[in-house]
Structures are given as C-alpha cells and as structure tokens.
C-alpha cells in the first residue's frame, strides 16, 4: 500500500468520524494528529472555529523534559500538557477526535494522561 493510498484511508476514517463529533464552547473537541516522529493536540470550538488549547511535542517545555517525542511516554505528557491548559481555559469536559487513527499506542496514551490530568471524556 502506497503512502497516498494510506494517508487517505485515514482522511476517509477521520471524516466519517467527524460527521459525528463536534466541538462546542462549553465541550471543545479534543483533536489528535501523530506524525512519525511527533504528536499534537489542541482543543476546538467547532462552532467558532477557534482553537482554545494546544500543546504539541515539538513546544520548548516538552524538549526541556528529556522524553523522546514519538513514543508513548512523550504521548503521555503531551496529554498531561493539553489537560493542564484545558483546566486553567475553563474547559473540563471534551468530546475525543482520534483524527482516524486507531485508538492504540500514542493516541491511547495521550488520552489516558490527559483524563488522569482531570479533563472527563
């Protein structure tokens, strides 16, 4: 399978599950984008289109910590940092977009982290 061929499949998953889920003021969506090499999640107002939170692998704090950036210990605290920046927004609960990766691995983790971090989803 090709790598066109693969990023596409994933967009197919991603908009199948985007027709369901969307992001309010009062419950953002927590949205998840790996790359090989990095992770990425932000919180977003779908009905304003404005990101409220976001955190990221590739942020200073992150690179200060020492943890490697595509595992799942660099995952978890990329979560952690989302939860954090969520609370001090005012934002406690979420709706989860996966982005149509599976739910397994660094996407998994970063959900783990950020609900022992306090955000309910």
């Known amino acids: 399978m090709s790598t066109n061929t693969k990023k596409m499949a ?8 985007r ?4 992001g309010i003021s009062t419950k953002p969506r927590l949205s998840v984008f790996r790359s090989l090499n990095n992770i990425y999640a932000q919180l977003i107002d779908d009905t304003t289109g404005n990101t409220l939170a976001s955190a990221s ?12 950036a595509g595992n799942k210990e660099g995952a978890a605290l990329v979560g952690k940092l989302v939860a954090e920046r969520a609370i001090k927004a005012g934002v406690k609960t979420v709706v989860f977009d996966r982005g149509g990766f599976k739910y397994h691995g660094r996407v998994q983790s970063l959900a783990d982290a950020a609900r022992e971090a306090g955000l309910e989803f």
């Not at 994933?10 to 599950?17: A, E, G, V, Y």
């Not at 027709?19 to 969307?22: I, S």
């Not at 692998?57 to 943890?67: C, D, H, I, P, R």
């Open 10 to 17: 994933r967009l197919k998953r991603h908009w199948h599950i």
């Open 19 to 22: 027709k369901t889920v969307h």
């Open 57 to 68: 692998s590739l942020e200073k704090t992150f690179k200060s910590a020492g943890k490697g």
